[in-house]
């Protein structure tokens, strides 16, 4: 989204495009991921610091509404961010361990959600998929804590049997 665009569209909704407004819309246009309102007021303060966490909040609640943004509300119930992607559709990967969001396209996927409304005679308007679980970095940590004794060192794998002899 360029400058010029952002322009366009918020003219139309009567409103101006502010020196302030422009500098939010270029630095969460260039953050990857999904940040919450406290991450990227942060990356704006660096850049100028007379931006006050409000105008952060009503500016990205506005490109929300202009469709710039969609806001994601995951299981944490934490509202994060991120630009909308022009005419692309994307499901998310949700790690309950630390919070990673993986986003992933699958077109065959996308085509059994077609296939299934159709059989149903079901119009879909919008669709959002979140899977929940353990990411692999996570899942990793999580078997080589398991295989550590108290005091470090790695135990070889035993049966129930073995720890209780």
Known sequence: ????????RI?????????????????????????????I??????VNPKIGYATVY????LLTRL????????ADGETRYEPTSEGGHHDHLICLGCGKIIE??????????????QRYRFTIFNHR????????????KKATHRGKRKDGVLQQNRTKTDRSL
């Open 67 to 74: 469709g710039l943004a969609t806001q994601r509300k995951f």
């Open 1 to 8: 989204m360029e400058t010029n665009q952002f322009k366009t």
């Open 104 to 117: 992933f396209e699958d077109k065959p996927l996308e085509t059994l959600q077609d296939g299934i409304a």
């Open 129 to 140: 998929m979140e899977l929940y679980g353990q990411c692999a970095d996570c899942s990793q």
């Open 11 to 39: 003219s139309g909704e009567g409103l101006k495009a502010t020196k302030q407004r422009e500098e939010i819309l270029h630095i969460f246009l260039k953050s990857p991921g999904h940040k919450n309102l406290s991450q």
């Open 58 to 61: 009503r500016t990205l609640k």
């Open 41 to 46: 007021y942060g990356q704006v303060a660096k």
